[in-house]
């Protein structure tokens, strides 16, 4: 059974930073391609940042570019997702998501119209003075 639990969520300040934790278990994270997906209150879920498991090539959404950035730990089987110079409009509940699919293009990912193996239960982050 896969399984993806987010964990890291909580409450920063404005201009903050926080480092949310994407744990695998039942599969191996190197193998598939990730991607981060947030939700904010009365809005739909939109991808912020997929990283291709082929090429490494990494779509981030142009709201989050330069601050959000991505990394894995194979050893632990967990992927991260750091969140720097954090905004009130950042809030939101934070999903991490997983596909095997080899040719799986990153913007197709994050678009939230495909169809993924794997979501995480999702973590709050809070960005509040």
């Known amino acids: 059974q896969l399984q993806l639990v987010e964990s890291g969520g909580g409450l920063v300040q404005p201009g903050g930073s926080l480092r949310l934790s994407c744990a695998a278990s039942?599969?191996?994270?190197?193998?598939?391609?990730i991607g981060w997906f947030r939700q904010a209150p009365g809005k739909k879920r939109e991808g912020v940042l997929c990283i291709s498991r082929s090429d490494g090539n990494t779509y981030y959404a142009d709201s989050v570019k330069g601050r959000f950035t991505i990394s894995r730990d194979n050893a632990k089987n967990t992927v991260y997702l750091q969140m720097n110079s954090l905004k009130p409009e950042d809030t939101a509940v934070y999903y991490c998501?997983?596909?095997?699919?080899?040719?799986?293009?990153?913007?197709?990912?994050?678009?939230?119209?495909?169809?993924?193996?794997?979501w995480g239960q999702g973590t709050l982050v809070t960005v509040s003075s």
């Open positions: 998501a997983a596909d095997s699919r080899y040719v799986l293009p990153v913007q197709a990912m994050c678009s939230g119209f495909e169809s993924l193996d794997a």
């Open positions: 039942g599969f191996t994270l190197d193998y598939y391609s």
